[in-house]
């Protein structure tokens, strides 16, 4: 559902709705040209998805976060990226991007100008006798994306986290606003490595609208989407291991994942399954061996996992350390509108996957994990829950596959589209507008770009060495975030 | 030892360099120019080529260059030149204990996985005497992934900087090597060629485990 709204208004109008039991899954704006610039509010209650639309004369707006909080990082990105400003909202520092230019915004349609400024890093601003700030990254000591924080710490515990991101800012935005006839998975696919599928499903989504896929490749879709998840939640569990520095289950962890990476490479030709989904079916088939292989392999991995899983919970100094570390309450994951497994370990019980079927997945019987001790353990045995889930929704699509053709050629229509899956780390959104033949707007809002926020307040209270551990159990995307 | 063999899309001699396969490339890695050439340093291996044509089919790929220009292949003559030995002088202070600092430029994170991934117990780099050190003043070698974004160039070129000389520069991945598809987004230039000197180019998107050890140990001459 779309609904204009006068700028003024708009606040009132998004306040109203989340009194009605919705949810703000993104803000953006849209350059002007031969459409007016203007603000998209995109919300969701359950299966209903609501645009709120509002043309701005000038380069400022009312600020709505004064009365909505999680919007403000919203905001903060659009004065950045659009540079348009709300009134209202203190300014804090960058959100991604170090530098700005002069008279200019890297969303501009116009030629990007080559001078630029660069923008100082602030502080937490905390100070006091006994109180240090430690800055950290945005080179780490594993072999992981790069980010900034910095520990405003008084002893070991820390009092604030500040998360400096944007290292891996490529202005994938930018580079998708291309002919609408152009295919651009190939690029969609590279936004997060270890979310390729989601991130490709989630565009094919919002290329097809509202038709239909061919039964067969909807099947096929959930395997592949299913096996990442499960790729990807088992590099946690063994990374949680490894920063526990419990080696033993954390190397069977990898092995694990070893496994299925090379299942992926069997079945989809590529070990991180890109290339696998396009809009309007899927590009690789899978045969009857590869079928038997599949349900063997995974029958497997749901054992070895159990042996994994009873390893570590049978190790008090593996509990002490996890129990009740990083503890992200129920009513900061609502104030922040955490999304995914982390949500799902704070109480929230809230899945795409669920609330909103797409593809086979309203006729897989399925269960939301959910948990509410909102510690890593939790996330840890959320995550776990989910593989087993994920195994048994991959069990039923093969057993319901049938054959039939891969795709049909769709292309992208004019106006507005829509994309929303539930990534390994959430709800993961594309959303299209299309004006004259061309994608005028590319808005990807990347799970993480929530949950870091959710970080930032499940660690105060929380001693320096937890940190990597914390971090690890939300297990952010950088290069999603930063885009 | 290890069995890493990728394929690589070339065309046979029926090829009427008609320039379908170049326009449906999605990262520019086919060009047609006195024949057809494929620049493996940009080539994803998505083979979506493949899928537009039947004159192209695959062939195996090399696993690493030392060149920038040899990954810019027209024959299969050219794929024979590629894997080469590191000169003695620059291996010398190495020895046979090669220390790797890994650094990211802003990559996707599909490279850091697979990096991660040799020091699995499949791979377990460390009994070919490669090891991934936490620091890059412990490091012998810069193992780089991403396009080197803007925000990032300022702090790649401290790490490089404080690596102690003598160093080598790996290129791994596609996004390394020329920038790949994020070429003409807010990165510098085209590869991070353009802000330190690379040694060893390990093309793929992203490079299978396998590959980034076999390419170092080809490349330092430790196995043939």
Request: glycine content about 8%; hydrophobic content about 40%.
């Amino acid at each position: 559902m779309c609904a204009d709204i006068e700028i003024c208004n708009l606040r009132d109008a998004v306040v109203r709705y989340i009194e009605d039991g919705f949810g703000v899954i993104c803000m953006y704006a849209i350059e002007p040209g031969e459409v007016p610039r203007s603000l998209q509010v995109i919300m969701r209650k359950g299966e209903d998805i609501v645009r709120l639309s509002s043309d701005i004369d000038g380069r400022s707006y009312p600020s709505l976060a004064i009365s909505i909080p999680e919007l403000r990082f919203y905001e903060r990105e659009i004065s950045e990226m659009n540079g348009i400003t709300s009134i209202g909202l203190p300014v804090f520092g960058p959100q991604r991007i170090m530098w700005r230019y002069k008279d200019a915004y890297p969303l501009q349609k116009a030629e990007l100008p080559r001078d630029r400024i660069s923008v100082p890093m602030l502080g937490n601003g905390i100070q006091g006798e006994g109180v240090f700030e430690i800055p950290v990254g945005p080179v780490h000591a594993g072999v992981i994306e790069p980010g900034h924080f910095r520990f405003s710490v008084a002893g070991e515990p820390m009092l604030k986290v500040k998360a400096h991101l944007g290292f891996t800012h490529r202005g994938i935005e930018r580079l998708l606003e291309t002919s609408a006839d152009k295919d651009n998975t190939r690029i969609i696919e590279r936004i997060s490595g270890d979310t390729a599928v989601a991130n490709s499903l989630a565009y094919a989504h919002a290329v097809e609208g509202e038709r239909e896929v061919p039964y067969r490749a909807k099947l096929m879709r959930v395997i592949f989407a299913e096996l990442e998840r499960v790729h990807c939640h088992l590099n946690d569990i063994s990374g949680i291991a490894q920063d526990t520095a419990f080696v033993v289950p954390s190397a069977l962890g990898a092995g694990i994942r070893e496994k299925v990476l090379r299942l992926n490479e069997e079945i989809g030709g590529h070990r991180y399954l890109m290339g696998t989904i396009i809009p309007g079916g899927v590009r690789k088939d899978i045969s009857d061996d590869d079928i038997e292989a599949i349900d063997k392999r995974i029958m497997k991995m749901r054992f070895d996992l159990e042996e994994l899983m009873e390893m570590m919970s049978s190790s008090t100094t593996f509990t002490d350390r996890v129990e009740t570390t990083g503890i992200l309450t129920h009513e900061d994951a609502m104030a922040v509108r955490a999304v995914g497994p982390v949500a799902r370990a704070s109480g929230v019980v809230s899945d795409v996957r669920k609330d909103r079927p797409y593809d086979a997945y309203n006729t897989l019987g399925m269960k939301v994990v959910s948990s509410d001790k909102c510690d890593v353990l939790s996330r840890l045995k959320v995550k776990a829950g989910e593989i087993t889930e994920s195994a048994s929704m991959i069990n039923q699509c093969l057993n319901h596959m049938e054959d039939g053709p891969l795709f049909e050629k769709v292309s992208l229509r004019e106006g507005f589209s829509f994309g929303l899956v539930e990534a390994p780390r959430g709800e993961l959104m594309h959303a299209l507008h299309v004006v004259n033949g061309k994608v005028w707007r590319h808005k990807i809002r990347d799970p993480s770009f929530i949950n870091w926020n959710a970080l930032e307040l499940a660690l105060p209270g929380n001693i320096v060495p937890d940190f990597p551990l914390i971090n690890k159990s939300f297990n952010l995307s950088y290069s999603g975030n930063d885009l | 030892m290890i069995d890493a063999i990728i394929e690589m899309p070339m065309v046979d001699e029926k090829c009427d360099r008609c320039g379908k396969c170049v326009r449906n490339c999605a990262s520019g890695a086919l060009f047609i120019k006195d024949g057809w050439s494929i620049d493996l340093g940009k080539c994803i291996l998505c083979y979506d080529c493949m899928d537009s044509c039947d004159h192209i089919f695959p062939v195996p790929a090399p696993h690493y260059a030392l060149n920038r220009k040899d990954l810019v292949i027209s024959s299969s003559e050219d794929i024979k030149k590629c894997e080469t030995e590191l000169s003695k002088d620059k291996t010398k202070r190495i020895g046979k204990s090669v220390f790797i600092r890994e650094l990211d430029t802003g990559s996707c994170n599909a490279c850091e996985s697979e990096i991660n991934c040799t020091s699995n117990k499949y791979y377990d780099l460390e009994r070919f005497g490669l090891r991934i050190v936490s620091s890059p003043r412990h490091a012998d070698v810069i193992l780089v992934t991403g396009p080197m974004t803007r925000n990032m160039s300022a702090a790649a070129k401290k790490v490089y900087d404080a690596v102690p000389d003598d160093k080598l520069v790996i290129a791994c991945g596609a996004c390394a090597i020329s920038g790949g598809l994020f070429a003409g987004g807010d990165v510098m230039g085209n590869g991070i060629e353009d802000t330190f000197p690379v040694d060893i180019f390990i093309p793929g998107c992203p490079p299978s485990p396998e590959r980034i050890i076999v390419s170092v140990l080809k490349a330092f001459g430790f196995i043939h």
